[in-house]
């Protein structure tokens, strides 16, 4: 079955920093790969995904993430963290286009100024 | 346009009550997923359908849960002689194609 490890339950990261959310996937072929942001009291907002092609994707709020198929990695990186990105950000995995999604654990992001 | 709806947006449930919680899927979605979100874990999967057909409900932890979609649009989920362990925000998501769209969730207190 699939999972997914998100290592790190807090991060800390200062304002203008850069931050990488590690993401590690367990799935025999090849995933359908997302990152959402949960702020409190909302619902999931998805930040990008990936399906195929370039390993390099590029999200909203200026956030990117590389797929690594030899690692089955999938990290979340912003060059500059603003505050307004303290929230919870979640990687999760789907075996098939459109179907159910595994989440991990979730990542909590602090910014402090 | 107007996104995913759930209502009650909050429910206090004593132990042994029925509750239903009701999605409202962003129109013309034809898939519509059912997920559980305990305290400090991710979402996990319960239920999903494709109109009003319920392919996979896999993911309902019981048989005291229940999921519905009669007219292939809004959802409802019922959880019968509800167990403190059921506490939990319920979230509904519903698409069109590959990327699914999420409501602000049930935050559902057994007392």
């Known amino acids: 079955a699939q999972s997914v490890t998100q290592p790190d339950i807090h991060i800390t990261v200062s304002e203008g920093a850069s931050l990488e959310l590690r993401c590690n996937y367990s799935?025999?072929?090849?995933?359908?790969l997302f990152w959402y942001v949960q702020s409190p009291g909302q619902g999931l907002q998805l930040l990008l995904k990936y399906f195929s092609g370039d390993t390099l994707v590029q999200g909203i709020k200026g956030f990117e993430a590389e797929f690594k198929r030899s690692q089955s990695s999938f990290n979340l990186r912003k060059p500059s963290v603003h505050w307004s990105d303290a929230a919870e950000y979640f990687c999760?995995?789907?075996?098939?286009?459109?179907?159910?999604?595994?989440f991990g654990a979730g990542t909590i992001l602090r910014v402090k100024s | 346009g107007a996104g995913v709806s759930q209502s009650p947006r909050y429910k206090v449930a004593k132990r042994g009550q029925d509750v239903a919680l009701r999605c409202d899927p962003i129109s013309g979605h034809v898939s519509l997923f059912w997920y559980q979100q305990a305290l400090g874990q991710g979402p996990e999967f319960l239920t999903y359908?494709?109109?009003?057909?319920?392919?996979?409900k896999s993911g309902l932890p019981s048989d005291r849960f229940f999921a519905e979609r009669p007219e292939g649009s809004v959802s409802t989920l019922k959880i019968q002689r509800t167990q403190q362990e059921d506490s939990a925000v319920y979230l509904c998501?519903?698409?069109?194609?590959?990327?699914?769209?999420f409501g602000p969730g049930t935050r559902l207190t057994v007392t």
């Open positions: 799935y025999g072929a090849t995933p359908y």
């Open positions: 359908f494709q109109n009003e057909a319920q392919l996979d």
């Open positions: 999760a995995v789907g075996t098939e286009y459109g179907n159910k999604l595994v």
């Open positions: 998501a519903s698409s069109l194609a590959s990327e699914q769209y």
